[in-house]
């Protein structure tokens, strides 16, 4: 069974950066594709960003496009997303999922889960 552990939250002023990463285990992680999610307070989860199980295909929330990156170490089974320009709406509960397929490029089925990582931004 996959595991997923995330980390790296924390708190941080607006217009600075926190990378989070989510380190897995328990199956091939190259083979699966990868994604981010978050929750705010109150807010229905929303996807951030995914990346494929090549790397190839990378596809952004338009909330974030152009300030948070998307990234994995196939070496390190881990994937990484760097936040830039951070916004006190970007406070949320951060969580990475794992797809349920392996080879994937799109319409993901993400079935796994991690615990999940605060990211707080103040004003």
């Known amino acids: 069974q996959v595991q997923l552990v995330e980390s790296g939250g924390g708190l941080v002023q607006a217009g600075g950066s926190l990378r989070l990463s989510c380190v897995t285990s328990g199956r091939t992680f190259s083979s699966y594709a990868m994604g981010w999610f978050r929750r705010a307070p109150g807010k229905e989860r929303e996807l951030v960003a995914t990346?494929?199980?090549?790397?190839?295909?990378?596809d952004y929330a338009g909330s974030v496009k152009g300030r948070f990156t998307i990234s994995r170490d196939n070496a390190k089974n881990t994937v990484y997303l760097q936040m830039n320009s951070l916004k006190p709406d970007d406070t949320a509960v951060y969580y990475c999922?794992?797809?349920?397929?392996?080879?994937?490029?799109?319409?993901?089925?993400?079935?796994?889960w991690g615990q999940g990582t605060q990211v707080t931004v103040s004003a």
């Open positions: 990346i494929s199980w090549t790397g190839t295909t990378i």
């Open positions: 999922a794992a797809d349920r397929n392996r080879f994937r490029s799109r319409a993901y089925d993400f079935g796994s």
